[in-house]
């Protein structure tokens, strides 16, 4: 019989505490922690200017050393899932900037960063085609779908899938994959993170209601 657990980790967030910033999110999902910080539309360099849309700079920072190769991928697959749902062309030659701020990793970071830029662009009121929100799941030795793995979980999979949903058609945006799985479970992975995504969207309205509630 395969097992399942079918529950996010706990989610909590803050919301503008940092100064600089046009907008900024700390969000914690269990013991993972991320903090990121949008600046802009602003200047862009010659170089990167583009004469149709915005240049989207993403920077991940890791807790401790210089970024890796792991660090990179983790860096553009954030990047390719903000370009797809910023209104670039809104702010044709300029530069949305974003640094993502590793604070803790206990699990599922990709999908932590990705909720907290998504936070962070929602602070900042910056335009978007729609919010975007990412949960990762973990298939197991037996076949069972973990959510929401931690890291030791994450070890032991034969699997980890991270799945980026937008809250219109809750359509996928991006995917992240690693490991050996059949087509079977890859779409069970998929549906039971889509049903997932739609908590996360709950967690995003409830906690910019409750930062314009104390405005």
């Known amino acids: 019989m395969e097992s399942e657990i079918s529950k996010l980790r706990q989610?909590?967030?803050t919301l503008g505490d940092l100064s600089r910033p046009d907008g900024d999110a700390t969000v914690s999902q269990g013991d993972t922690c991320v903090t990121?910080?949008?600046?802009?539309p602003g200047e862009v360099k010659v170089t990167k200017e583009l004469l149709d849309k915005a240049?989207?700079?993403?920077?991940?920072?890791?807790?401790?050393?210089?970024?890796?190769?792991?660090?990179?991928?983790?860096?553009?697959?954030?990047?390719?899932?903000?370009?797809t749902v910023i209104l670039g062309n809104l702010h044709p030659r300029s530069s949305i900037?974003?640094?993502?701020?590793?604070?803790q990793n206990r699990g599922s970071l990709l999908s932590c960063c990705i909720n907290s830029t998504c936070m962070a662009l929602l602070d900042s009121g910056v335009s978007m085609r729609y919010l975007m929100a990412a949960v990762s799941c973990a298939i197991n030795d037996n076949g069972g779908i973990i959510m929401d793995p931690n890291t030791l979980q994450e070890q032991s999979s034969v699997a980890v899938l991270t799945f980026v949903f937008e809250n219109c058609n809750y359509g996928?945006?991006?995917?992240s994959a690693k490991g050996c799985y059949t087509l079977d479970q890859f779409q069970q992975c998929l549906s039971k993170c889509r049903d997932a995504s739609k908590y996360v969207f709950q967690f995003f309205k409830d906690s910019i209601s409750k930062k314009l509630s104390k405005q």
Request: contains cysteine.
């Open 172 to 175: 996928v945006i991006t995917v």
């Open 97 to 103: 900037s974003i640094t993502v701020q590793e604070i």
């Open 36 to 40: 990121s910080a949008v600046y802009g």
């Open 11 to 13: 989610l909590s967030s």
């Open 55 to 83: 240049t989207i700079d993403v920077v991940y920072k890791p807790k401790s050393g210089l970024p890796g190769c792991a660090e990179k991928l983790l860096e553009r697959t954030i990047r390719n899932s903000c370009e």
